[in-house]
T-cell receptor
Framework: QKEVEQNSGPLSVPEGAIASLNCTYS??????FFWYRQYSGKSPELIMFIYSNGDKEDGRFTAQLNKASQYVSLLIRDSQPSDSATYLC?????????FGTGTRLQVFP | GAVVSQHPSRVICKSGTSVKIECRSLDFQATTMFWYRQFPKQSLMLMAT?????????EQGVEKDKFLINHASLTLSTLTVTSAHPEDSSFYIC?????????FGQGTRLTVV
């Protein structure tokens, strides 16, 4: 079983819709959870991180964490074509950051 | 946020030669840096953890004699790909931790011909 799992997609949503990205992880000792966005040929950029169960909102983005289910998600409201990218879920245990395979999001006008 | 600078952004080298990639934390000190490799359409795979003043810790399956890591100062880590082969062609990315966050360099696209 992979440590961090994501659906590779592509996930296609119309402009203005909500995009929902999901991630599961295997290590219950994981301490913090991150969402990164990566455009083709570029390095990842941090969108947000979350430590505690529940929701965390930052602008159009909401991260949700459920440690009991070992599940973390990212909601993108009012999706824009510029949001089209690969979204990487990452999980930290001790000092290492382990990445999922990423979900490719396509937002069409 | 903190800035991590990686150089070069692109390099083409001949098979059998060595290539050095630099990773610098510009506005903070990083006792630990991380090196990742990313093949096309795949995720970032952690290669090694670089510790200032001590030996790097390599992930399982990564050859430490092929991927030499040096972290001689609190702001600089280098990755040297020795005796490069075409299968080493990849996108190499470094990161450094600052507080709870990890910041990434711009990445280095290595092509071995």
């Amino acid at each position: 079983q992979k440590e961090v799992e994501q659906n590779s997609g592509p996930l296609s949503v119309p402009e203005g819709a909500i995009a929902s990205l999901n991630c599961t992880y295997s290590d219950r000792g994981s301490q913090s959870f991150f969402w990164y966005r990566q455009y083709s040929g570029k390095s990842p950029e941090l969108i947000m991180f979350i430590y505690s169960n529940g929701d965390k909102e930052d602008g159009r983005f909401t991260a949700q964490l459920n440690k009991a289910s070992q599940y973390v998600s990212l909601l993108i409201r009012d999706s824009q074509p510029s949001d089209s990218a690969t979204y990487l879920c990452a999980v930290r245990n001790t000092d290492k950051l382990i990445f999922g395979t990423g979900t490719r999001l396509q937002v069409f006008p | 946020g903190a800035v991590v600078s990686q150089h070069p952004s692109r390099v083409i080298c001949k098979s059998g030669t060595s290539v050095k990639i630099e990773c610098r934390s510009l506005d903070f000190q990083a006792t630990t840096m991380f090196w990742y490799r990313q093949f096309p359409k795949q995720s970032l795979m952690l290669m090694a953890t670089s510790n200032e003043g001590s030996k790097a810790t390599y992930e399982q399956g990564v050859e430490k004699d092929k991927f030499l890591i040096n972290h001689a100062s609190l702001t600089l880590s280098t990755l040297t790909v020795t005796s490069a082969h075409p299968e080493d062609s990849s996108f190499y990315i470094c990161s450094a931790r600052w507080g709870p966050e990890a910041f990434f360099g711009q990445g280095t696209r290595l092509t071995v011909v």
